[in-house]
């Protein structure tokens, strides 16, 4: 049985080509990927694996969201930011044009965010608070990654989302079940966009949020 061959490189380079990005954007993103290994290595931040394919696995993974963002977009929120991804790849991508909050509870992690963005001359929102009480600003686009099963990421965003919020999660091989637990409890329109980065992944592309019970009582009315 011949092994599986080895993924193809990809590097600063790879993602500049993927991406179209400027040299100057690549270079805030390298200065950003080398916070992280620095932070990681004494913290944790990510796995060890995954930062030796960190420009795919990481960086362009967050970035194909820039898509699909929709052309009035001037705030985005990101839920549950971690290392940054996709929230803090997505506020330098978008740099002058769209203003981001980043929300994260774990202290730790919220002073890496503060440490990456200051590193890149990066002026973002950064909340260390749990999401659920924090201080529900009206977004254009919400995002999140590896944050929480849908439904409960649904309740998470339901806040921040008015009708023409887009809400951008990357998700993985259990979306199917868990659009169908998330349609029980929210109302929504949704398109699933294949992800660039990973052939199981999927980015759920969600307007028009709200509580069933409560389109259902509003017909009743």
Known sequence: ?????????????????????????????????????????????????????????????????VQYMPSYATSLVDLGSGAGFPGLVLAEMLRDRVSVVLYEATRKKAEFLEAAAQRMGLSVGIRNV??????????????????APLDQLLGYAHPFAERHTVCLF??????????????????MKVSQHQSATDPSGVILEIRELGHVASKSKRKGQ
């Open 170 to 187: 990357l998700k993985g091989q259990s979306v199917v079940s868990e659009l169908t637990k998330a349609r029980k409890s929210w109302s």
């Open 130 to 147: 749990r999401i659920e009480a924090g201080r529900h600003q009206p977004a254009d686009v919400v995002t999140a990654r590896a944050v």
């Open 1 to 65: 049985m011949s092994e599986a061959a080895p993924p193809e490189p990809f590097g600063p380079e790879e993602f500049a080509a993927a991406t179209n990005v400027s040299r100057e954007t690549l270079g805030r993103l390298k200065a950003y990927v080398d916070v992280l290994k620095d932070w990681s290595a004494r913290h944790n931040l990510v796995s060890t694996r995954s930062l030796e394919n960190v420009w795919r696995r990481h960086l362009w993974d967050s970035a194909q969201l």
